[in-house]
């Protein structure tokens, strides 16, 4: 079957799947046949796309805070606030087939598998990278180095580096089997803590690769003007990865103030960055990554993940969908009167519909 050109200036929404609570990531799978989703409710849910048959897998305690795929074995690594990693059977359910209990001393933030599948990593609070086996969840060895807690974790196309990125805005890159520290690349920008802050704010919040390897985006944002609700100006700093240096700085043309939780970039170089804003929208965005203003932006809910399908026509976006209340808002009725934040998992189509390419043609 031939693939539709891409076309990010006519992309439009092809499904949505509801969810009742919010979902903070969602991936397909390798082969493209499912799609793995976790968030507050504790709960992992599996959807197959053929019929939309359901999984839902139990066994964290707390929100589940990051996701990842094996790239060739029928497994899912799902992550949680309190350090904990299981894998999963995706395809058959059930229990889990092993569990790293102590991941992390607080919140995994980034889980990755290298594409050979040799290497699980985790990174999170405590600011230490973790390498494990993935077939069995033991341990390998550790990556120490960032300051800060450990945002986002990246492997280079050709599979011999990773990258990572922490909240003072410092992305380092390691080699990939000796597990030596390469260099830094400088993203400080994204990072703020003014005198009258009692905490920072920012981060290298996403990290991606161009297919090529020639380039890596790192998204948040920079500005903060308070660390209250964290209002700031959503950054993308693109660098070259050959030099190390910074190429140029983009931008959004709408009013978000929240970082860029995700990256992806398309077979045509085509750059795809997602933001997150407080009660209201926020902005899907697209870029060619020698122009600073955006190709292209559509209004969207917050959302913290972006996933691409094998086949480069459909991104998936689990996208905020406010439940009518927020804040402190709970005190004023009784808790279980609170209605919950919910998701509607987006599948964006990435070229003209149907109708309008017959039409052209």
Not at 68 to 85: E, N
Not at 215 to 244: H, Q, R, Y
Not at 335 to 348: A, G, H, M, V
Request: glycine share 10%; net charge positive.
């Amino acid at each position: 079957m031939i693939a539709p050109a891409l076309d990010v200036k006519k992309t439009w929404v092809s499904r949505e799947l509801k969810h009742n609570r919010q979902l903070f990531r969602a991936q397909f799978s390798p082969d493209g046949k499912f799609i793995a989703a976790g968030g507050q409710d504790k709960l992992v849910h599996a959807w197959e796309l053929e019929g939309e048959n359901k999984m839902t897998f139990d066994a964290h305690k707390t929100w589940v805070s990051s996701l990842t795929f094996h790239p060739k074995a029928k497994c899912l690594f799902t992550a949680d606030y309190l350090g904990v990693i299981h894998c999963w059977d995706y395809e058959s359910g059930g229990k889990p087939k092993w569990t790293i209990p102590n991941a992390d001393q607080d919140n995994v933030r980034a889980l990755v598998v290298t594409p050979d599948g040799k290497y699980l990593l985790s990174a999170g609070d405590d600011a230490i990278i973790k390498v494990w086996n993935p077939a069995n969840g033991k341990p390998l060895t550790q990556l120490a180095g960032h300051t800060e807690c450990i945002f986002s974790l990246a492997i280079s196309p050709d599979g011999k580096h990773l990258v990572s990125g922490d909240l003072l805005g410092c992305v380092r890159q390691w080699n990939l089997g000796n597990w030596k520290p390469v260099r830094e690349l400088n993203a400080k920008i994204l990072h703020t803590r003014l005198d009258n802050f009692i905490a920072d704010v920012g981060g290298a919040r996403s990290l991606a690769f161009s297919n090529d390897g020639k380039i890596l985006a790192v998204g948040g944002m920079k500005e903060a003007k308070s660390n209250a609700f964290c209002p700031g100006k959503p950054t993308v700093l693109i660098f070259d990865w050959a030099s190390g240096k910074q190429k140029i700085e983009l931008g959004i043309k709408g009013k978000s103030d929240g970082p860029f939780n995700a990256l992806r970039f398309l077979e045509d170089g085509t750059l795809i960055g997602h933001t997150e804003i407080l009660h209201t929208n926020s902005e899907l965005t697209f870029w060619k990554t020698d122009t600073p203003d955006p190709l292209h932006s559509i209004s969207n809910g917050s959302a913290y993940d972006l996933s691409l399908h094998p086949d480069g026509r459909q991104l998936l976006v689990p996208t905020y969908v406010s439940g009518g209340a927020s804040g402190n808002g709970a005190r004023e009725r009784h808790r279980e009167e609170y209605p919950p934040n919910k998701t509607s998992l987006k599948i964006f189509s990435l070229s003209a519909k149907p109708a309008e390419d017959k039409k052209a043609g």
